[in-house]
């Protein structure tokens, strides 16, 4: 009786046997996409994150073409010392040629991080690194050129561009000759200035380093108007703005016309990156310096013509500067270059001759110095640089408070004030303007706090404390220098933008005319849907 029970509530239950069957194991978890792998390695916060990212990349998607974009990830942010065993693994067995041609260039800019940088190159001879990276960007000219590239259009085109570079733009090199022409169509030569220090100066007024340069280039020019010295411009802006410079700007140099954009032929073929790029030259045509700063040009311009007039003759009194009305701001500084500031430089020219590679590695170096250099101005220099290159938040608030404990009314801390909203968390961005604004006696500096406190409370969406902000900058430090002009008209701009340009309001009118000079307005298009679009091919 027992048995036929058993029987029928197994059927009617579905009852297992007494004899179970073997459970089957448990289905593995899917991998990650190649997507989600790269996002993986982007977010990656620490070196070992990175490089648990880039096994599982190789592991799971190596022939994926999606791996370009690792490549050139690692090239561009170096977050791993296994960066480098990535992009070999990639180059030499990815059955993607996209993958293969990113990983071979992306592995030539990492060698060459690696030649300038003694903690990286961990005994390895640098030269033969150095050739090392050129044979790579030679294979990327050879084996993958038509490779689709941002910049230069195809990848063998960079590549071709940095082998230029390397193998004929370096210091102590004769500079390659320029033929071209200026903006009325003259033609002249770089050749043409032999036999004079040069400064060589690739620049646009699309570019605001270049624009904060001007000021500094005219003193230069007009201090050596009687020297052996010629300043010679390669010019990336459309030519009819370039013909307004000499009357509207008080640019009395002259500058190659490069074609009206950042990639024009000469800027291309010299492997210009960065804007500005300033090469110095001496007499013979040599290079002897590269730089974007315009005062470090007139350094080494200066140092080149004492060499010129040789080592028995008096070394020449500069011209002063013509007196100022009324006294000097501030902030002005017209002491040489102290002891602990050039401590300060050499490191940060060290961290820039190793291409800002691993900045963490740098961070504990400018942290000591800053800490032996305490109270002086060179220590404010190395806060900053902690806030600006630094990616842990302790870090940074360590950085604030130092500048608030030994700087806050120091003169010197204007030029933090005017960039450093941009580091950190914009919670201590915030807690360190509004106390500067309550610490500081002087008036540029409180200038600056004001409009970069606005700009920081815009971006945290609190128009109405902005607005208050910007119409105080407009009204008590409208004359003080901007890379727009002045900070009053930025701050015009920015009330403009905040009170009419926000999505629910009517678009401002706009008249002007069109290239053919026929004039005609945005509201001309009312009653049509309209995408107005600001653009230029530079």
Known sequence: MSACVTLLLSLWF?????????????AAPAKPSVQEAVRKLEAASSEADASAALEALLADHLDADELAGAARFVARRRVSADGEKFLRAVAERSASEVARGF???SLAQLLLVVQETP????????????????ALLQKVVDDYYLLDWRTTGYLGADAQAQLFELQHLQIGMVAPEIEGADEDGVPFKLSDYRGKVVGLDFWGFWCPICVANLPHERELVQRLKDAPFSLVGVNSDPKERLAEAASYDRIAWRSFFDGGDAYGPIARRWNVRSWPTIYVLDEKGVIRARTEDAE???RKVDELLVAMQGAMQEK?????????????????????????????????????????AFPEKFIPRFRELAAQLKGEPAALDCHVWILRWSRSPADKETAYAALLADHAESPQIVDAVRTIGRYGSADAAERFLRAILEKSPHRDVKGYATYSL???????????????LLV??????KELEHRRGSLGAAAEADLFELRSLQIGKVAPE?????????????????????VIDFWGFW
């Open 472 to 477: 105080k900058v407009a009204a008590e430090f």
């Open 510 to 530: 706009i008249e002007g005319e069109d290239v053919d000079g026929v004039k005609f307005k945005l509201s001309d298009y009312r009653g049509k849907v309209v």
């Open 316 to 356: 020449p009194k500069p011209v002063a500067p013509p007196p100022q009305a009324g006294p000097a701001p501030a902030t002005s500084l017209s002491s040489p270059p102290s002891a602990s500031k050039e401590k300060v430089d050499a490191l940060k020219k060290e961290f820039d001759d190793a291409k800002r």
């Open 296 to 298: 470090e040009m007139a």
């Open 119 to 134: 903690a990286l190159l961990a005994g390895r001879d640098a030269a033969a690194v150095g050739k090392e990276a050129e």
């Open 454 to 468: 606005a700009s920081l409370l815009l971006g945290q969406e609190k128009p109405r404390e902005a607005e208050e």
């Open 14 to 26: 579905g009852a297992r046997p007494l004899q179970e069957e073997p459970s089957s194991p448990p």
């Open 103 to 105: 990983a071979t260039w």
